[in-house]
């Protein structure tokens, strides 16, 4: 089994920064892809951000690329999400996810992702 709580949710300007945080426990072998998905109201859930921690590969939606930064310490077993430039259109509930395996051919896909934290809020206001 895999625990995963999420913090660093907050509300921020357009523009600001905020830095989401991962906490994952119990079985390593399941937490090496780990991903950052987001559902806004009304829109299905969508991937963000994922590393396969094995390789360092990353992999990002088109809408985050260069504001975003996924990260992960592997000693501390967290995961981070680094958010620059944020607009009100990255306003959402922020999950993390782990799959077993490899990130596979789709990393950025939830339907792959078997594991979930509860999900932090992240609003940005105009």
């Known amino acids: 089994q895999v625990q995963l709580v999420e913090s660093g949710g907050g509300s921020v300007q357009a523009g600001g920064s905020l830095r989401l945080s991962c906490a994952a426990s119990?079985?390593?072998?399941?937490?090496?892809?780990m991903g950052w998905f987001r559902q806004a109201p009304g829109k299905e859930r969508e991937g963000v951000a994922v590393?396969?921690?094995?390789?360092?590969?990353?992999y990002y939606a088109d809408s985050v690329k260069g504001r975003f930064t996924i990260s992960q310490d592997n000693a501390k077993n967290t995961a981070y999400l680094q958010m620059n430039s944020l607009k009100p259109e990255d306003t959402a509930m922020y999950y993390c996810?782990?799959?077993?395996?490899?990130?596979?051919?789709?990393?950025?896909?939830?339907?792959?992702?078997?594991?979930w934290g509860q999900g932090t809020q992240v609003t940005v206001s105009s």
């Open positions: 996810a782990t799959k077993r395996g490899g990130c596979g051919l789709r990393p950025l896909l939830p339907q792959w992702y078997a594991y």
């Open positions: 119990g079985d390593t072998y399941s937490r090496k892809c």
């Open positions: 590393i396969y921690s094995d390789s360092g590969n990353t």
